[in-house]
């Protein structure tokens, strides 16, 4: 199987993940930002994540991905439903998270940005929500205000569940994995400690690295 993605992709990561749960072999294929003709010939439009499956049909969407792979074999991790204070968590933190990320992620080594075109389609694309990246870099103090009493809400989150993976990981982990590129953004212990053992469990690397 091959999975066409972006690297900084949260939506991307949440296929990466099953993979890695699953200890499923798959063939990594990052894209160009640039590069529309590829899955616009897959699925008739540029989106990621797409998994090639070994019968050579494209699936698209990056949770009907976990699905199908979830259910190639056991222990199964994406049953069940997310639950309400986690995807009220999400809403709440979407549009700020998106704010905080995507001016840093130009300005990494993201093999999706990594030629002048696709750099170009990238900030091309971008601006069209966003306008202008160096205006919107210089909101962060704003934005991580904005962002604290959501971070506080997840960590009490966390403080109780149990450490079993299931379906509300493939959407805080994406999310906190994105925020790792924040270099001013500092991570409560419980928080950091999930997000490193997620990280080890599913094999998608965090962002601390290039935090900018």
């Given at each position: 199987?091959?999975?066409?993605?972006?690297?900084?992709?949260?939506?991307?990561?949440?296929?990466?993940?099953?993979?890695?749960?699953?200890?499923i072999a798959v063939e990594e294929?990052?894209?160009?930002?640039?590069?529309?003709?590829?899955?616009?010939?897959?699925?008739?439009?540029?989106?990621?994540?797409?998994?090639?499956?070994?019968?050579?049909?494209?699936?698209?969407?990056?949770?009907?991905?976990?699905?199908?792979?979830?259910?190639?074999?056991?222990?199964?991790?994406?049953?069940?439903?997310?639950?309400?204070?986690?995807?009220?968590?999400?809403?709440?933190?979407?549009?700020?998270?998106?704010?905080?990320?995507?001016?840093?992620?130009?300005?990494?080594?993201?093999?999706?940005?990594?030629?002048?075109?696709?750099?170009?389609?990238?900030?091309?694309?971008?601006?069209?929500?966003?306008?202008?990246?160096?205006?919107?870099?210089?909101?962060?103090?704003?934005?991580?205000?904005?962002?604290?009493?959501?971070?506080?809400?997840?960590?009490?989150?966390?403080?109780?569940?149990?450490?079993?993976?299931?379906?509300?990981?493939?959407?805080i982990f994406p999310i906190l994995?994105?925020?790792?590129?924040?270099?001013?953004?500092?991570?409560?212990?419980?928080?950091?400690?999930?997000?490193?053992?997620?990280?080890?469990?599913?094999g998608v690397n965090l962002l601390?690295?290039?935090?900018?």
């Amino acid at each position: 199987m091959k999975l066409y993605i972006y690297d900084h992709c949260p939506f991307c990561v949440r296929a990466r993940m099953i993979f890695g749960l699953k200890k499923i072999a798959v063939e990594e294929i990052v894209l160009l930002d640039s590069d529309i003709d590829t899955p616009t010939r897959m699925i008739g439009r540029k989106m990621l994540p797409i998994l090639q499956k070994e019968d050579g049909n494209y699936l698209p969407e990056s949770m009907d991905i976990v699905h199908y792979i979830d259910k190639l074999n056991e222990p199964r991790y994406a049953g069940g439903e997310v639950s309400a204070e986690i995807d009220a968590w999400f809403k709440a933190v979407s549009k700020t998270v998106s704010k905080l990320v995507t001016p840093r992620f130009v300005e990494t080594d993201f093999p999706e940005v990594s030629t002048a075109e696709a750099k170009k389609a990238y900030l091309t694309r971008v601006a069209k929500s966003y306008g202008d990246l160096t205006v919107l870099y210089k909101e962060t103090h704003t934005l991580l205000i904005e962002l604290e009493p959501q971070m506080q809400l997840l960590d009490i989150w966390l403080e109780n569940r149990n450490d079993n993976f299931d379906l509300n990981d493939f959407i805080i982990f994406p999310i906190l994995r994105s925020l790792s590129i924040v270099d001013e953004l500092s991570f409560s212990t419980n928080v950091n400690n999930y997000m490193v053992r997620v990280a080890k469990a599913t094999g998608v690397n965090l962002l601390f690295e290039q935090a900018k």
